[in-house]
């Protein structure tokens, strides 16, 4: 069965850094890119970042570009999303989740609040 | 950026009526790269149907996908009491962004 489990959000300060982490089982990980994606309160889905099978590509959303960094350890089936310089509008439920070959998000975590508040 | 846009916002139905959910794109889609996601409160999303009309593990035939260019449609027959739920189309457009629709909401009558 796959499972995605998501972990480290929490209540941060504006400018304040984060890191969040997604521990994967249940497949062959590095057969996958992987993604984050983030949901404000009542807000759709909205894609942040994807890290393709090695770690050799990643991608971001731009709003987030040069604030956040996605790295993976595929000893660890683990996938990460270092969030620097956090902002009042980053605070959302953040999923990590399996990108399939048609780059849909097969898979997701159950999700981690980040709450960026002064 | 391809933005997507789904209509109506909400839908109110009867156990047993036919949903019909539209998503359309401001500029042409790969049909291989548009998915329906529906989401529950407190859940996080499930993929439905993936690639515009193949259904994702698990899923219901009464679900079924279609459309092409810039215009896709999620139709589930004989809605039951589980179908209540927030529905997301998404896309892909061969290089970053990932978009995904504001969602429709099927509610109860």
């Known amino acids: 069965e796959v499972q995605l489990v998501d972990s480290g959000g929490r209540v941060v300060r504006p400018g304040e850094s984060l890191r969040l982490s997604c521990a994967a089982s249940?497949?062959?990980?590095?057969?996958?890119?992987m993604s984050w994606v983030r949901q404000a309160p009542g807000a759709g889905p909205e894609w942040v970042s994807t890290i393709s099978w090695n770690g050799g590509s990643t991608s971001y959303t731009d709003s987030v570009k040069g604030r956040f960094s996605t790295s993976r350890d595929n000893a660890k089936n683990s996938v990460f999303l270092q969030m620097n310089r956090l902002r009042v509008e980053d605070t959302a439920v953040y999923y990590c989740?399996?990108?399939?070959?048609?780059?849909?998000?097969?898979?997701w975590g159950q999700g981690t609040l980040v709450a960026v508040s002064s | 950026e391809i933005v997507l846009t789904q209509s109506p916002g909400t839908l109110s139905l009867s156990p047993g009526e036919t949903a019909t959910l539209s998503c359309r794109a401001s500029?042409?889609?790969?049909?291989?790269?548009l998915a329906w996601y529906q989401q529950k409160p407190g859940q996080a999303p499930r993929l439905l149907i993936y690639g515009t009309s193949n259904r994702a593990t698990g899923v219901p035939d009464r679900f079924t996908g279609s459309g092409s260019g810039t215009d896709f449609t999620l139709t589930i027959s004989r809605v039951e009491p589980g179908d209540f739920a927030v529905y997301f189309c998404?896309?892909?457009?061969?290089?970053?962004?990932?978009?995904f629709g504001q969602g429709t909401r099927v509610d109860i009558q």
């Open positions: 989740a399996r990108v399939n070959y048609y780059s849909n998000f097969e898979y």
């Open positions: 500029q042409t889609v790969y049909t291989t790269h």
């Open positions: 998404q896309q892909y457009g061969g290089s970053p962004p990932y978009t």
């Open positions: 249940g497949f062959t990980f590095d057969d996958y890119a």
